[in-house]
């Protein structure tokens, strides 16, 4: 298992944008599938993107066209740009990398607020 921390998290007004960031300790990404997830209070939690080792990128219908999830491998780094952000977005995001046990990040609380 490895410790993901995410970063980038914050308040910001509909409309507005916001790019996380997962960082991990060692170089996984580039051999494990990475996703974003979110929980929003009194929600399950939720697949918001996901990126595969050959780059392959799938989202949530939710945010299709407002979110880009990439990845520098040199970096150890998986983003997640949010844009266009709608006050439903708020939620805790959470970085995942398919390693053998699961690694998540701590998570990052998004608000979208007016």
């Known amino acids: 298992q490895v410790q993901l921390v995410e970063s980038g998290g914050g308040l910001v007004q509909p409309g507005g944008s916001l790019r996380l960031s997962c960082a991990a300790p060692?170089?996984?990404?580039?051999?494990?599938?990475t996703s974003w997830y979110r929980r929003a209070p009194g929600k399950e939690r939720e697949l918001v993107a996901s990126?595969?080792?050959?780059?392959?990128?799938n989202y949530a219908d939710s945010v299709k066209g407002r979110f880009t999830i990439s990845r520098d491998n040199a970096k150890n780094m998986v983003y997640l740009q949010m844009n266009t952000l709608k006050p439903e977005d708020t939620a805790v995001y959470y970085c995942?990398?398919?390693?053998?046990?699961?690694?998540w990040g701590q998570g990052t609380q998004v608000t979208v607020s007016s």
């Open positions: 995942y990398a398919a390693t053998l046990r699961g690694s």
């Open positions: 060692r170089s996984i990404f580039s051999i494990n599938a």
């Open positions: 990126i595969t080792v050959v780059g392959r990128t």
